[in-house]
């Protein structure tokens, strides 16, 4: 009987360590992290409810609490910004002397995630999101990438095209220092897939489809 209680509760307490990994593990997408959480949940929960009948309850208890704390941890550190909000991050990042990093996503939920730092350390960077509205995010990427690097025709087409095969891309731009020029660069996210709803814009549409 003792044993039994003690083997749930170590279940308990590695049932509520699952949810810390992919906080600290950094690269992981929100895919990754969902199914991750997800196997891990469900390995932990049917190796509960072998044990004693408070286990399994205490343990959806636990997986509900740990949910609900990871989420205001990420709402805590992510700011948030509305298009004229990112234009300005952007114009603050041109106008800055020295090394400076700014990465631009569409989420497949139509949020426009942006990551910044002023330093290539994780202490120095920041992400925020751009909640959908009524402008384009896929524009708003293309012009922030146009406002930091010019016209690069060669980007830009990669960043469409992988749009055109329904995943949205990862735009990164990067100036080492404030002695050399910006560089811009796509990482290919495919668990970032195109928000099936999206507002309606003359460039896009014809790229990615209908809504």
């Avoid at 991050?89 to 996503?105: F, K, R, T």
């Avoid at 990862?170 to 507002?199: C, K, Q, T």
Wanted: hydrophobic share 45%.
């Amino acid at each position: 009987m003792a044993s039994s209680w003690v083997h749930s509760s170590v279940l308990l307490c590695l049932l509520a360590a699952t949810y810390l990994p992919p906080r600290l593990i950094r690269g992981l997408g929100p895919g990754s992290v969902a199914v991750y959480t997800l196997a891990m949940n469900a390995f932990f929960l049917w190796e509960l409810s072998k044990g004693p009948g408070w286990a399994l309850p205490a343990g959806i208890a636990v997986s509900v609490l740990c949910a609900g704390v990871g989420r205001r941890y990420d709402a805590s550190r992510i700011g948030r910004l509305d298009p004229p909000g990112l234009r300005a991050l952007v114009a603050a990042a041109a106008a800055s002397d020295g090394a400076a990093w700014i990465g631009l996503s569409v989420l497949p939920t139509g949020v426009l995630m942006v990551t910044a730092a002023d330093a290539f350390e994780a202490s120095a960077l920041r992400q925020y999101r751009v909640l959908p509205g009524a402008e384009c995010r896929f524009c708003l990427v293309e012009e922030q990438l146009r406002a930091l690097l010019g016209e690069r025709p060669e980007l830009l087409a990669e960043y469409r095209a992988g749009l055109g095969a329904g995943t949205s891309g990862h735009v990164m731009i990067r100036r080492p220092s404030g002695s050399e020029p910006w560089a811009g660069r796509l990482r290919e996210r495919s668990a970032y897939r195109v928000p099936p709803r999206r507002v309606p814009c003359d460039t896009h549409d014809p790229v990615v489809g209908p809504r």
